[in-house]
Nanobody, 124 residues
Framework: QVQLVESGGGSVQAGGSLRLSCEVS?????MGWFRQAPGKEREGVAT????????DYADSVKGRFTISRDNTKNTVYLQMNNLKPEDTAMYYC????????????????????WGQGTQVTVSS
C-alpha cells in the first residue's frame, strides 16, 4: 500500500516562492503534483519518474515550477517560483505503480494513490 503525505503549503504574495514536499512510503513508478481550485477540475502540474528523474510540466507552470525527487528520503518536491494568484489551489501529490496506462502522465486518472492535499494561496 502506497501512502503519500504532503507538506509545505501556505500563503504568499505574487512573485513569491514555496516548496511542497511529498513523502512516499513504498515503491512507485510515477509520481505527480496536481492542483484543484474551487469550482474547477483537478489538473496536472508536474510529473516525474523517480527512477530516472524524467519530468514533465503543464504549460502554465513551465519555467516557474520544478519537480524533483530525493530517493534517499523517499520524497518528491515541487519548487514553485514566481507564483501568481491563479496558482491558488489545493495541491495534491499522486503516485502509481503501473508502468503502462492509457492515460497521459498529466492526467489525474493515471494515478491510483493520492495524498490529502496542501493549500497554496497566492495574493496579488
Amino acid at each position: 500500500q502506497v501512502q503519500l503525505v504532503e507538506s509545505g503549503g501556505g500563503s504568499v504574495q505574487a512573485g513569491g516562492s514555496l516548496r511542497l514536499s511529498c513523502e512516499v512510503s513504498g515503491y512507485t513508478y510515477i509520481m505527480g503534483w496536481f492542483r484543484q481550485a474551487p469550482g474547477k477540475e483537478r489538473e496536472g502540474v508536474a510529473t516525474i519518474y523517480p527512477g530516472s528523474g524524467n519530468a514533465d510540466y503543464a504549460d502554465s507552470v513551465k519555467g516557474r515550477f520544478t519537480i524533483s525527487r530525493d530517493n534517499t528520503k523517499n520524497t518528491v518536491y515541487l519548487q514553485m517560483n514566481n507564483l501568481k494568484p491563479e496558482d491558488t489551489a489545493m495541491y495534491y501529490c499522486a503516485a502509481d505503480l503501473s508502468t503502462y496506462s492509457v492515460h497521459t502522465r498529466l492526467t489525474p486518472r493515471r494515478y491510483n494513490y493520492w495524498g490529502q492535499g496542501t493549500q497554496v494561496t497566492v495574493s496579488s
